[in-house]
């Protein structure tokens, strides 16, 4: 073979080889790249168990600003809130069109998550430090306390407010939005009242005389219009750690009395009014939160009474018929800590009372490990809503 030979055949060699070299470095690479498509427009994700506004709530923006999360698909049998917000809401409540209206504290902002699943402010108007928020059922108006001592009542249709006198404390809007129910605590016991005022502050009139029983009512008025708040006056009944509970109607007059089996009573009216969800630290169980039902209209009140086997509070509770309830359960109590809800640090479950058959179903667990407080359930009964122990606002979609 000759030398010029030689030197084609190798030069044809190196040339293969560098092909196969290429080749081999295509399939490792180009080839080994996946490439991710675009969702196609118009087409709607499903995250989590959450679909869009018209089945349940998935937010993207929140009060605080920046994006809000939605997380990926929970574990079988357990649920992955949503956060609505980065930062403590006040007052959250879920007004009669079935949004959620909030005072926002970071920025001293009214607000309001529509049923679309869009937070609106309620006013531009900025009410900075406001201590406590008392909303109509409506949603239009609020009670506003801060600090100071100072308080009024602010439309926010009309964007007026009206001053009340600073001795006041202590607020619930009747039914309709249109009156006030407050203690009205002076220096002088003998001068102290529960009065009803309208809420553009026009007609005032005291109607129970308090002394120095103030500490012992809590207002609280009912849906149908007949009960103004409850009095712990009662007399001790027999038996052991048992209590007598007034119920005072809007002339100042008691309609009615519930006898417990405990301390620290606080209640829930049903929609109608005509039953009462109530909690107390149960004196025969160590002083741990019990869970009653009772009728509390007209001449049945304090019939039907019915206990129930979970424990927990009335404030982690509400109503999503007139004969069913979500509550929020811890899943560990201590003793007496029916008499202090601060003792509990324990996650809490989420369960469906039947109320007329006196059955509670668990239907949700929260896999973040997280206490719940002031649920709302939206009108669909498809969303239930909640803060967390940060005060943020949150939401888990119920099947």
């Known amino acids: 073979m000759s030398q010029r030979l030689k030197m084609i055949l190798g030069l044809v060699a190196l040339i293969v080889s560098a092909g196969l070299i290429g ?50 698909a929970p574990a079988e049998g357990e649920v992955i809130p949503v956060q609505l917000t980065s930062s403590m809401v006040i007052e959250p409540t879920l007004t009669a069109s079935g949004s959620i209206a909030f005072y926002n504290p970071t920025d001293g902002k009214f607000y309001t998550i529509d049923s679309s699943g869009d937070i609106v402010a309620l006013s531009e108007t900025k009410f900075p430090e406001a201590e406590s928020v008392v909303f109509a059922d409506g949603g239009d108006q609020a009670v506003i306390e801060f600090p100071d001592g100072s308080n009024i009542v602010y439309d ?3 964007e007026s407010q009206t001053n009340l006198p600073s001795h006041w404390q202590d607020f619930d809007f009747s039914p309709d939005g249109e009156e006030i129910v407050s203690k009205s605590i002076n220096t002088d016991p003998n001068s102290r009242a529960l009065v009803i005022t309208s809420s553009d502050g026009s007609q005032t009139k005291a109607i129970a005389a308090l002394g120095t029983n103030a ?16 009095s712990s006056t009662g007399n001790v009944q027999t038996g052991f750690g048992r209590q007598q509970i007034y119920l005072i109607g809007t002339d100042g007059e008691a309609v009615g009395a519930l006898v417990l089996e405990g301390s620290n009573f606080s209640g829930l009216w049903s929609p109608s009014g005509n039953y009462l969800l109530y909690s107390i630290a149960d004196s025969g169980n160590s002083y741990r939160p019990s869970l009653w039902f009772v009728s509390a209209s007209g001449n049945d009140v304090g019939e039907n009474r019915k206990k129930f086997s979970l424990e927990t509070w009335v404030e982690k509770c509400t109503f999503a018929s007139e004969t069913t309830a979500y509550c929020a359960v811890p899943r560990e109590l201590p003793n007496y800590s029916g008499e202090d809800s601060r003792l509990v640090t324990a996650p809490d479950d989420v369960y469906l009372v039947n109320l007329s058959s006196s059955r509670a179903t668990l239907v949700a667990t929260p896999i ?32």
């Open 23 to 72: 080749l081999l470095l295509y399939f490792l690479t180009i080839r080994g790249i996946t490439v991710v498509e675009e969702e196609a427009p118009g087409e709607e994700a499903v995250v989590g168990g959450l679909t869009g506004a018209e089945e349940g709530f998935v937010p993207t923006v929140d009060v605080g600003g920046g994006e809000v999360l939605v997380p990926s």
């Open 156 to 158: 926010f249709v009309t």
């Open 215 to 230: 500490d012992k009512v809590e207002v609280n008025w009912s849906p149908n219009d007949t009960v103004v708040g409850f």
């Open 368 to 399: 973040s490990d997280m206490q719940m407080f002031d649920l709302m359930i939206s009108t669909n009964g498809k969303t239930l809503y909640f803060t967390d122990s940060r005060g943020r606002l949150n939401a888990i979609y119920l099947d």
